[in-house]
């Protein structure tokens, strides 16, 4: 196993590319468990293992066309897509 670092919101923020408070609405009680990035809290403050399966796993779930997503519903065309349809031909 690699040695674990422990860091900070911003630093997270800073590593993955995002908003610090995106990191931050995604410990709170209130986002899904599911949806929850894996925290350590000292008291008020929230600290992440970098580098821990738990955080390394809920990365790879997230990533962006990593899970398979579910498809939309057939549904309808309307009059307009029937309509730009017939004019691009």
């Known amino acids: 196993m690699a040695e674990v670092e ?10 993955w590319q995002v908003p610090e408070s995106w990191i ?6 209130r986002t899904p468990k599911d949806e929850r990035i894996p925290c350590v809290r000292f008291g008020v403050y929230v ?7 738990a955080l390394d796993a809920w990365l790879a779930r997230h990533r962006e066309g990593a899970q398979e997503k579910p498809a939309l ?17």
């Open 73 to 89: 519903p057939a549904t309808k065309p309307t009059q307009a897509h029937v309509t730009q349809i017939r004019t691009a031909r």
């Open 6 to 15: 422990i860091i900070d919101s911003p630093e997270l923020a800073r590593r």
């Open 47 to 53: 600290r992440f293992e970098w580098s821990s399966p």
């Open 24 to 29: 931050r609405s995604h410990t709170r009680a």
